[in-house]
């Protein structure tokens, strides 16, 4: 198949002519107001690196992440095309419809459109559209031209043939800028604006590269106790691995020589640990030649936190900042994204606003758009003194993106700069923690429908009068992988707290293999159906 190629200067010229157009468009592509009117294209294509996707459980469905948009609806003028690899579970879609304040579900099913490549095979969904020119005509004959927009989770060539193809301006960055989005690239920026970040290298090629970056860098900070070797373009610290210098500190500079270090970090490389369960030396030095990798300085520290801050940059060039997050990380050294509380601790959420603003206007200097996420490494100081160091920036829809989204699109509500909390309409702060990682074994087997009947049975939906409650996403997930995604909100920080422990204790009990506790649900759902049956 032919990828668009960004050089190329008609293509180019016809891809930058459609982006122009979203300065026309753009206020109503972040969150509904009266006035909105526009179609909606969202192709939540995972358009990285597929290897390296392979590494986070359950990938498949991660196209689902982006089904808050279905919120949008709730303006009676917004249309919807939601495209997918493979077609989506019925009881999903009508979850998320259900969600619709003072919408008719009847009124908001048609004016959305589910489509599906019917394609299930290991390739990004935008690829599998251009390969289909019916499909391809489909979308466009569905879409009001002068008023649509695309939606992605990211920006790649794919992204942008496609956006050429159907005449729909992509609301993301052009992907020749998403160089600023990978470890090296985030590392040029934090350094051209100024942020603290971990001393480290420039992007290398080579392993023995590497070995010759992870040597100066113990040169030039004799005292360092672990590196961390990172993949360029890894995705949510899966492609990160730990490099153990103490058992080799006796000839840490001034002791031993160069040529000594040298030798002693090869010889430890391949036995590093990775933060990816299924990954090896192998594999990994063999990515090292087609992806880059960094090494930097791990940040230490007893009491450690990673927040992180999220904005946009407008088509206008303006900077916003939309939130901030403590997210809550997993993986062998702590290192791979889990989950996220919103918002930031209030000891260092207006620093990291301010340092986010920093970030975004050079990222805007050089040209990106839409949505940016910073994530730091913040160490505890004492005294309410917090050290902040960059780690990465992410130019694309995060794992703090949907929860955000989610909130801000069932509530109507504003983020509030001068504080860092969001108010809902109702004028009241909202707060929530959120995960892609609720994973039990004892969940999987678990449809749809059988979560949609536990989630009824337990009262445990989003209750738009109280706008408390939890929403759940990744529902394709839980039956294979027994793997959930959900975001609990509630009016404090120990309600969103004790909203989402309530869910994870009802489904618990409700996968303790009694099985007279599962038919109780249906029982009690289903009375009539249900009647002259037993367990």
């Known amino acids: 198949m032919q990828i668009f190629n960004i050089t190329n200067l008609e293509q180019t010229d016809s891809f930058e002519c459609l982006q122009l157009t979203l300065r026309d468009r753009w206020q109503s592509i972040e969150g509904p107001t009266e006035s909105s009117d526009v179609d909606i294209l969202v192709v939540p294509s995972l358009s990285i690196d597929q290897r390296e996707l392979r590494k986070v459980e359950g990938y498949e469905h991660y196209e689902e992440r982006l089904l808050f948009s279905l919120i949008r609806l709730w303006n009676p003028r917004n249309r919807l095309i939601y495209v997918t690899s493979v077609p989506l579970h019925p009881s999903i879609i009508d979850y998320y419809l259900q969600l ?21 095979s290991l390739k990004p969904l935008s690829q599998k559209i251009l390969e289909r020119p ?5 979308i466009r004959q569905a879409l009001r031209l002068d008023k649509s927009f695309m939606i992605c989770y990211n920006s790649t060539p794919l992204e942008a043939e496609l956006s050429v193809k159907l005449g729909v301006p992509l609301y993301a960055a052009a992907p020749q800028l998403q160089t600023w989005g990978t470890k090296s690239g985030s590392r040029q920026i934090f350094a051209e604006t100024g942020v603290p970040h971990p001393d480290g290298s420039d992007l290398v090629k080579s392993v023995a590269d590497l070995e010759e970056a992870a040597v100066q860098l113990w040169e030039r900070q004799p005292n360092l106790k672990r590196m961390v070797v990172k993949l360029n373009e890894g995705i949510s610290g899966e492609g990160n691995a ?14 031993g020589s160069h040529g000594e270090r040298l030798a002693a970090i090869s010889d430890r490389l391949p036995h590093i640990r990775f933060q990816a369960s299924q990954e090896t030396w192998e594999n990994f030095s063999g990515r090292i030649g087609e992806l880059g990798a960094i090494v930097e300085a791990f940040v230490e520290g007893e009491v450690k936190r ?35 509380r919103f918002p930031a601790d209030e000891t260092y959420r207006l620093q990291l606003q301010l340092l986010g603003t920093k970030i975004g206007m050079k990222l805007a200097e050089k040209g990106a758009l839409e949505r940016f996420g910073v994530d730091f490494i913040a160490v505890d100081q004492g005294n309410g003194q917090w050290d902040m160091q960059a780690i990465e920036i992410n130019l694309r829809k995060g794992g703090t993106t949907h929860p955000f989204m989610t909130l801000k699109l069932l509530t109507n509500g504003r983020y509030d700069f001068s504080t860092g909390l969001f108010y809902s309409q109702q004028g009241r702060p909202k707060y929530y923690i959120a995960t892609d990682n609720l994973q039990k074994d004892r969940y999987q087997g678990l449809l749809p429908n059988d979560l949609m009947d536990i989630i009824a049975h337990h009262r445990l939906h989003f209750d738009t009068g109280t706008e408390t409650g939890t929403v759940f996403h990744l529902m394709g997930c839980l039956s294979q ?8 909100i509630g009016d404090s920080p120990q309600q969103a707290e004790e909203i989402y422990n309530k869910v994870v ?3 618990d009990e409700e996968t303790n293999s009694n099985n007279q506790d599962f038919c109780s649900v249906l029982e009690h759902t289903f009375p009539i159906a249900w009647d002259g049956f037993s367990c």
Do not use: M, W
Not at 134 to 138: M, P, S
Not at 242 to 255: C, E, Q, W, Y
Not at 481 to 488: A, D, I
């Open 134 to 138: 019916r499909l391809l005509h489909r």
């Open 505 to 507: 204790k009802v489904l």
């Open 100 to 120: 619709l304040p003072g919408i008719p579900f009847s009124h908001a099913r048609n004016r959305l459109l589910l489509l599906s490549t019917y394609d299930s």
């Open 481 to 488: 992988f027994g793997k959930l995604g959900l975001t609990s």
């Open 242 to 255: 730990l490099l153990d210098l103490r058992p080799i500190a006796d000839i840490a500079p001034p002791g």
């Open 306 to 340: 990673s927040p992180s801050v999220q904005g946009r940059i407008t088509p206008l060039g303006e900077v916003e900042i939309l939130s901030t997050h403590d997210q809550i990380l997993g993986g062998p050294d702590g290192q791979v994204y889990l989950g996220c």
